[in-house]
């Protein structure tokens, strides 16, 4: 892959990439167009009242576009019944017929709603899980076919002046794909293309398109190059993004912030959906949290220019940086927590950044804050081992595990006293010297805090770090952002896109949150963005679907369920899923599986193999853990 192709107008100046401009119904999508939020009902779709009452609900809460699922005929249909209710009621929100599997249900709703989604891993292949050579000329035929099942679609839409979005997913690539490109995002890429070459042969340019994946790296990558494959091809259709399967509550937020944040920060979308396994409406404010970011971005104070892309931003790879102690090279990206408020730091304060004190001695969590900032304050603390000190330089004692911290201009310029092992320096991202570059790459004690006041601070404190890498430069850097003016909940949003976009592209080795929110909300939110990004694991990852109209059982609380019983397997990934059409393929990555296969009834998966069928729902989960502890992965609590 040809890392210097442009996925974006600019590294450093906020702006959105054009594209062109698609009507949904009454709302324009792409172009000069506002970022359009939208969500997906949960309802059965056969029962037209509440699947009603349930979009205006959205639609209230600020969904502009309201997608529903028409698993077949009757569904699709009835899509006319909810519609007409709907403007009976004095809404007419532009409707998205969500379809998989099945052609035939989407030349009907075609003709009824605004826009049809269909998914290129199944929308004429039912997928076998086969793996074959395909020569040219097979793979060719294939498309051929492909084509022919497409094409009716593709004219339906063009008399009924209804949209396409091409949604692919990275858990549900055809056979076909997956043979020639496996499950990558360049797969998930040709994946869609196929379809917009097969929409542009037919003159029909009314397409979005999204490149989803329930894990938010994977998201990211697909969905630059696809940006980069049209810039390079000059048709840029509208983007649709969103990470699927993100789960709830909290990590689902952070998930969902650093997948959409990261596109969004370089421009790229024009719709999102946060998809969360709770009420669509509370998908809604979490959108517009996002989105509002970028309403006033391009104020921002100047970036120096970056003439072209130092790392591949279409492949995951960390950067080298230097060891130092604990931080740095191999080692996880570490997390500081600030104590420099909190006077008498007490055997509580610890306990709740992951240290708990019994028996007479400290026993560690995995969610344990490696550093804690404390200011002025003197090291005369009983601490845990694994846990250090950040000093302010001016106080620091050199005992044991702790270590100064100075401003960049303290450190360059005065004999004040340094740690052999080390050194925090504070330095702001706008601040690129050629003189102290010199001076970092000769120092081996230095750990860089790293800071920004621009409002588009990711994009500064990017460039800082690609500047470095051009320099040749390995210091460890950790990211410090100041959210002291937020409340929690822009807090999370915010951290998740500001930190997880340079975590995305491993480029960072730490993170420090400075807020005046508690050091428990703090220590979870750090650790939160280091497990969405993969970068450092240390609890169970569940993919668990929004739900829909194909769901026959309570997910929300099937899943809390499972969450309260297995929350404590570090590293195990379990999918929980609401049907089996699309579940098992959508929860790719996961070790284990819970997914409802019809009413009352649950297949168990270990990876994307069923090995349980037909358990009733109430002796599921039990089932679960069963599974779980035949293939050696529980741990009692
Ligand atoms: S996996 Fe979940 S959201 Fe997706 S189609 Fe099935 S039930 Fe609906």
Redesign the pocket.
Known sequence: MDISLPYCNSLTKYSRLKTREVMIGNIAIGGNNPIRVQSMTVTNTMDTDATVDESIRMIKAGCELVRI?APSIKEARNLQSIKDELYIRGYDVPLIADIHFTPNAAEIAAQIVEKVRINPGNYTDRKQFKVAEYTDSAYQEEIERIRHRFVPLIRICKRNKTAIRIGVNHGSLSDRIMSRYGDTPLGMVESGMEFVRICEKEKFYNIVLSMKSSNPVVMVYANRLLAAKMMESGRIYPIHIGVTEAGEGEDGRIKSAIGIGTLLEDGIGDTIRVSLTEKPENEIPVAKTIVQRYTDRKSHKSIGILDHQIVNPFEFKRKISTILNNVGGENPPRIIIDFSRINNISKKDLTSIGYKYSNDKWHISDQAADFIFVGDQLNNYELPSGLAIIQNAEVWQNSNNSFPLFKSDDYFQTNRKKSKILNFVTINSSDIDPDNFKKIKTDNTMVLILETENKHGMAEQRRFIFELIKNEISVPIIIKRNYSRLDTKQLLIDSSIDIGALLIDGLIDGIWLESNQSPEFINKTSFGILQATRSRITKTEYIS????G??QFDLPEVTAQIRKETEHLKGVIIGI???I???PG?MADADYGYVGTGSGSIALYKGQEVVMKNIVAKDAVKALINLIKEHGDWIDK
């Open positions: 699922t679907c929004p739900s829909c194909r769901t899923m609401g049907c059409v699309n579940g959508e």
